[in-house]
């Protein structure tokens, strides 16, 4: 069943090219095709095109429908193009004239449009509340480890001394950063798209303030070619803003690979986190934050891949917009899990509480040294050159303690700031 079906068929090799994997991906968007479509029939009723009988029964059939795709026992056959092919097919099956009606005054475009940016919303929720989750996570092992001494580098040197405290929550406040593009994300996806139709509006007299309240939308998008030029923004912007996330999370996945290592040696997992090599017995690899990476890596091509998607279109719809669903329902689903595996590793993590025992550390200190005979009067680049020779002569012997107060560093890692900062963008 076609909804635009004029009484002919197209060729088999043209059905299986233009709909692709539609129906599969349009399982996820099912849920908020029939919320859109509740809204649609109480607005339809409200202007007249609908009786109060006919609107209860539909209102009757897409409950029974959502029902059915909430057990997941709902299926979009072959004969059918689209998740708003089958829900029509069904209403029209029990109801006869009344089903037909249900798409009185809109269009797919109109309703692809509501489904992604109901869905869009809830799946952007889900994302922040998984953020959190890791973020709650970080702080807390930072307060935990606050006092363990960790190396910091620049240029993969060995640079100057930093703590575990401080290293959980960097990466802690970063995901503040990724929470405010995922907000942006969110208003960008709070507008009601209903009622624009094919792009150009309906010469019913439909509410659309009605659709907007019914459907819990901060506002609407006024302008119906607006509203239609909303498909691939939306998309574009919250993969910018997964693209932000994915980005903190393939940092802190490498900084876990490199600091596993043998060379480092800075963390370690329960072996039942990690794998094995078929050949090589004492291998523990760390296959997840590998592949939390990987994954991740790939969500940052998504903003691009929709850019090349979407950037030489003109106004109105193009069949090109169908293949975003391709890209970012997949996209959002990895995402979600890399954060949710994320914090099922890391509240496992083992520290090494004696990092910096090793000698090849002592020079973490240096700039403690130099700082030391800057407070005692001597001028910077003097005590800079002190220590420098103290080093190429190999009598540099540091006192191993560092003394710092300033906001943000060892001494000071404000974990309550940073904690009051999330709680005012969350």
């Known amino acids: 069943m076609k909804l635009w079906d004029k009484g002919f068929s197209t060729d088999k090799k043209i059905d299986a090219f233009t709909v692709g994997n539609d129906r599969e991906l349009d399982l996820v968007l099912a849920k908020y095709d029939v919320i859109g479509s509740l809204a649609h029939a109480k607005m339809l009723e409200k202007i007249g095109v609908l009786t109060e009988s006919e609107c209860n029964n539909l209102e009757r059939e897409l409950h029974l429908i959502l029902e059915d795709i909430l057990a997941d026992k709902f299926v979009i056959e072959s004969e059918f193009e689209d998740v708003h092919s089958k829900i029509e097919h069904l209403l029209t099956e029990k109801l006869g004239d009344t089903g037909k009606k249900i798409h009185t005054a809109r269009s797919r475009n109109d309703q692809v ?15 922040k509340q998984s953020v959190m989750d890791l973020f709650d996570l970080l702080m807390h092992k930072a307060d935990l480890h606050k006092n363990v001494m960790l190396p910091g580098y620049t240029h993969f040197q060995v640079a100057m001394p930093s703590s575990f405290g401080l290293w959980f929550s960097a990466y802690a406040e970063t995901l503040i950063d990724d929470v405010v593009m995922l907000n942006a994300a969110f208003s960008v996806a709070d507008q009601n798209p209903l009622g624009s139709a094919a792009g150009y509006g309906s010469s019913f007299p439909v509410d659309r303030k009605f659709t907007t309240d019914f459907l819990h939308f901060k506002t609407l998008k006024y302008n119906s070619v607006a509203a239609q030029m909303s498909r691939g923004k939306v998309e574009k912007t919250t993969a910018f803003a997964m693209s932000s996330v994915a980005g903190t999370l393939s940092k802190l ?7 596993m290592s043998q060379n480092f040696g800075f963390v370690a997992f329960p072996d039942s986190l990690t794998t094995g090599s078929s050949i090589m017995p004492h291998k523990k690899n760390p296959d997840v934050f590998e592949l939390i990476r990987g994954k991740c890596n790939k969500i940052q091509s998504l903003p691009y891949e929709l850019t090349l998607l979407t950037n030489n279109l003109p106004s109105g719809y193009h069949r090109d917009l169908q293949l975003l669903k391709e890209g970012l329902i997949p996209a959002i689903q990895n995402l979600k899990a890399c954060l949710e595996l994320a914090v099922f590793s ?38 800079y050159k002190t220590v420098g020779k103290q080093i ?24 309550n700031e940073i904690t009051s900062k999330m709680k005012a963008v969350i």
């Open 346 to 383: 890391l509240e496992q993590i083992q520290i090494n509480p004696n990092i910096l025992e090793d000698d090849r550390y002592d020079y973490l200190f240096s700039v403690e040294e130099v700082n030391k005979l800057v407070q005692k009067g001597m001028p910077f680049r003097d005590a």
């Open 113 to 127: 449009l509501v489904d992604m940016h109901l869905y869009l919303k809830d799946e952007i929720n889900d994302i």
């Open 392 to 415: 190429q002569d190999k009598t540099f012997s540091p006192l191993k303690k560092v003394s710092h107060t300033h906001e943000g560093s060892i001494g000071n890692l404000c974990l």
């Open 253 to 259: 996945a490498m900084d876990v690979c490199l600091y």
